[in-house]
């Protein structure tokens, strides 16, 4: 068992990031088993969950003539147009049905229509609290370490504003998924040595 500063942040393991999603990462079922047996390790064990409205401003199907993964700009910067995915209520915004769910904490993000979110404590204009941070304080959690998808957009936004918030973070690679977006996966990697994120 793992000291009780340390937490586990399962990130997005919804049914919209694994095959047969509307926006699936390769593999990303493939990753549920390790997760849940590493969950027991942890005496806290969070779970984002990407928690959108039907008309939410990421969605490429909400701008005139755009293309899915095509990139717009937002007022809080540039913004990847992403098919419409994890929309509130949808079997695609639920949980694969093989996790566990028997968590400490869910947190839902990206519910404001007007800004994406795709950090575990930040949206994306990194000033909207998720509430997370707040939490993991009152609990005395100072190291937490990341899994689930993707590695190159929730996971590293996530690590990024970890480490930036004071906690040692760690992200376990072989438990999570990326979507490699031109280049994003490296650079995501590189990101979070630069940031000082352990890469496990």
């Known amino acids: 068992m793992r000291p009780a500063n340390e937490a586990l942040i399962v990130i997005d393991m919804q049914n ?5 999603g509307a ?3 390769a593999e990303g079922d493939a990753i549920v088993p390790g997760i849940n047996a590493v969950m027991d390790e942890f005496r806290a064990v969070i779970l984002t969950q990407d928690w959108h409205p039907a008309d939410h401003s990421s969605f490429a199907s909400q701008h005139a003539n755009a293309a899915p993964m095509s990139m717009t700009e937002m007022p ?8 419409d995915h994890c929309v509130q209520g949808s079997q695609g915004a639920a949980f694969h049905p093989d996790l566990r769910t028997d968590a400490d904490l869910i947190i839902r993000k990206g519910f404001r229509r007007g800004i994406d979110s795709y950090s575990a404590f930040f ?5 909207t609290p998720t509430g997370l941070h707040g939490y993991l304080s009152e609990r005395g959690i100072t190291a937490i370490t990341l899994a689930g998808l993707a590695t190159d957009f929730c996971v590293n936004y996530s690590a990024l504003d970890g480490a930036k918030l004071g906690y040692e973070v760690t992200v376990i690679e072989k438990l999570s998924r990326g979507i490699d977006l031109d280049g ?3 650079d995501a990697r590189q990101s979070m040595r630069v940031a000082g994120v352990r890469l496990a």
Request: charged fraction near 25%; glycine fraction near 8%; hydrophobic fraction near 35%.
């Open 23 to 25: 926006l699936a990462v």
């Open 16 to 20: 919209d990031f694994c095959p047969g």
């Open 123 to 127: 949206e994306n204009d990194r000033e």
């Open 76 to 83: 809080y910067g540039p913004q990847v147009l992403w098919p």
């Open 184 to 186: 994003s996966l490296e």
